[in-house]
């Protein structure tokens, strides 16, 4: 009987710090994808950034699923070849692929590039959305100018820091104590630091720009709460869903790496109370943000809400975590949507847009015909 399948290639791994979080997002995908409908294959990517073949990925999960390290090797044999000749025969057999590195070369529009150039369908948003959504600092721009409210801030570049440092501190300064300084394509909270006085501004600017060349000073928000919303695309055009609001409580001073990944006192609410109007509110600033990046798929948009109700968008995620324990599926799933059928959705999603690609390709073709 002839397959009926199609087949669904999974990145993962990969080069940032949520190098052992995507992993854990792929043996969640990989468990709930529903085997009548794709028959999936793995393509795990080490740290520095070689591509396994699916045999050698699925090496790798075993020994994962073997209680070992959550971590993919470079392959002994091969120091450079980043993506060899058969692993790029089996992903130009997939029919889509779901990426799922998160950060750096998987979320910020270069993974969707090199899946544009192959023509293969993929989840999520396309190359200038999520590169977009990675970078704090042009996203913010963009969702100031649609009234959206975000942090109030300045961007420094690090010429600017290297060539004059003690004025960077002193314009920090007029930002107000205390503030917020974080890199602006970074994410897991590495390098981003609250600065409370004057001696400790030089040590944290160090430390974002140790990360990207353009950092945001922000104000900081007093005790906010960390508030998540999903958006999920629709197929044939109609409006995107909104999830419930989730909600992060930790005891730390703020949502740092180590709450992030670390502190098992770190709670994870999904769904949360929230007045009604503010969580209208902020559902409504997500639909805009989705719209005005161009995201497609999927996106999960954090909030920070303060005491008062009034709230600033952080950031988009274009492609947010799906552990068992992570926030995007969880929402969908109060939501009436568990995670196979998710996964169904945003496949197909992807597929949509390319068959609709394909059809403005084709119509520009008759257009431009003698
Ligand atoms: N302006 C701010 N006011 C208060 N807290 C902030 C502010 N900016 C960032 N934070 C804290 O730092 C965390 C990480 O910042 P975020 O902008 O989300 O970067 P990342 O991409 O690293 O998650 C936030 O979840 C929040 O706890
Ligand atoms: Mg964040």
Redesign the pocket.
């Known amino acids: 009987m002839a397959e009926s399948r199609r087949v669904l290639g999974i990145v993962f791994g990969g080069a940032s710090v949520e190098h052992t979080i995507s992993i854990r997002s792929a043996r969640a995908v990989i468990a709930a994808a529903d085997p009548e409908r794709w028959r999936v294959i793995p393509f795990a990517v080490s740290r520095s950034g070689l591509w396994l073949t699916p045999e050698e990925s699925n090496l790798a999960l075993t020994g994962i699923e073997m209680g070992g390290p959550e971590e993919i090797a470079d392959p002994p044999s091969r120091r450079s070849a980043r993506i060899l000749p058969a692993t790029s025969a089996a992903l130009m057999q997939c029919g889509a692929v779901f990426p799922l590195i998160h950060g750096a070369s998987g979320e910020d529009g270069v993974l969707q590039g090199f899946l544009e150039t192959l023509d293969i369908a993929y989840v999520g948003s396309g190359v200038a959305a999520s590169a977009l959504a990675m970078d ?1 600092a042009r996203c913010k721009q963009i969702l100031r100018g649609i009234g959206i409210p975000v ?1 109030p ?1 300045i961007v420094v570049s690090c010429n600017e820091w290297l060539s004059d440092p003690t004025a960077v501190v002193r314009r920090a300064a007029e930002v107000g104590y205390p ?2 300084v ?2 602006s394509r ?7 630091g ?1 600065v409370d006085s004057r001696e400790e501004a030089a040590e944290a600017l160090a430390a974002a720009f140790a990360c990207d060349s353009e950092v ?1 000073i ?5 005790s ?1 709460r ?1 508030i998540e919303c999903g958006v999920l695309g629709s197929l044939n055009g109609q409006p995107p869903l909104v999830s419930p609001l989730g909600e ?1 409580r ?1 005891q730390r001073a ?3 790496y180590v ?2 990944y670390e502190d098992p006192g770190t709670e994870l609410i999904a769904p949360t109370q929230l007045d009604p109007e503010v969580a209208e509110q902020l559902q409504q600033a997500a639909i805009l943000a989705w719209d005005a990046v161009g995201a497609e798929g999927m996106v999960r948009a ?1 909030f ?1 809400v303060g005491t008062d109700g009034s709230f ?1 968008l ?2 988009l ?1 274009t492609i947010p975590g799906f552990t068992s324990a992570s926030m995007y599926p969880l929402l969908f799933e109060a939501n009436g949507f568990p995670l196979t059928d998710l996964i169904d959705r945003l496949v197909d999603l992807g597929i949509e847009r390319r068959a609709d690609q394909a059809a403005s390709r084709r119509g520009l073709e008759r257009e431009t015909q003698p």
């Open positions: 704090k942090a801030g503030y917020f974080k890199p970074g994410g897991s909270s590495i390098g981003a609250r945001l922000e104000e900081a928000m007093p906010p960390e992060i930790t703020f949502y740092d709450a992030k954090d920070l600033w952080g950031e995620n």
